[in-house]
């Protein structure tokens, strides 16, 4: 069994919790095209789901499968939502945003009564910390917001030639160890010009991390 394998076998998992009717998260990133393309498989077969993605990309992935995607500006809840993870451990917190979508996907996480992520083993780790955590910034704030981050311990990497989604700038930071990753967040949280980041704390509700070829669902 491959990674991808893995991948693919976590993302069917979470797919199989879908319901007729029910209104789902679309996350982003390659985990998250597997769960796309078994969802899209499902409504092939007649499954009838309302959709939001997560990301313009998702949006074209998800199209391209024969899913409609609605406007998640007209949603204040959502059933269900399954996206990917960078790392998640068994607290259930996980560090996400490789893919730049994290403000998208912490909205739609939140919003949803059921956050599921997906995962191969390799995410799986004793505690969130050695991934890279990702911040949106304000690009009008940029100085001011890295230069921030890097009080906190942070090494900030701004993403060269990039803009998320929503415009802004994505930087990258590195800690040496992590601190504590709700103090940390309510630190972050608390500087003008930072749109979000990719600490999930509070948003998952379960896991599936499948693992040579054996899926592990872990719930909050
Ligand atoms: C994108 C994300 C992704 O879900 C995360 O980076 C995992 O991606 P992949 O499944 O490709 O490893 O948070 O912003």
Redesign the pocket.
């Known amino acids: 069994m491959s990674v991808e394998d893995d991948?693919r076998l976590a993302a069917e998992a979470a797919v199989a919790e879908v319901r007729d009717g029910m209104v789902v998260g679309l996350?982003?990133?390659?985990?998250?095209?597997f769960a796309i393309g078994a969802l899209g498989a499902r409504v092939a077969r007649g499954l009838r789901v309302l959709t939001v993605a997560?990301?313009e990309a998702t949006v074209r992935a998800a199209s391209a499968v024969g899913i409609t995607v609605s406007d998640f500006a007209d949603y204040a809840t959502i059933d269900l939502a399954i996206?990917?993870?960078?790392e998640i451990d068994d607290r259930m917190w996980a560090i996400?945003?490789?893919?730049?979508?994290?403000l998208r996907?912490k909205a739609v996480a939140a919003a949803a009564r059921r956050f599921v992520v997906i995962?191969d083993g390799s995410?799986r780790v004793p505690a969130i910390g050695a991934a890279k955590l990702?911040v949106e910034i304000l690009p009008f704030a940029r100085s001011f917001v890295t230069a921030q981050l890097s009080t906190l311990g942070a090494i900030v990497t701004v993403r060269p030639d990039y803009r998320s989604d929503n415009g802004n700038l994505v930087a990258d930071c590195r800690f040496a160890p992590m601190p504590d990753p709700r103090v940390l967040a309510r630190m972050i949280d608390k500087i003008p010009g930072v749109l979000g980041h990719?600490l999930f704390l509070d948003e998952v509700d379960a896991a599936y991390i499948a693992t040579d070829g054996v899926v592990a669902r872990l719930e909050r």
């Open positions: 991948k996350g982003t990133g390659s985990t998250a095209a997560t990301s996206d990917g993870t960078d996400k945003g490789a893919g730049g979508a994290m996907e995962a995410k990702p990719g």
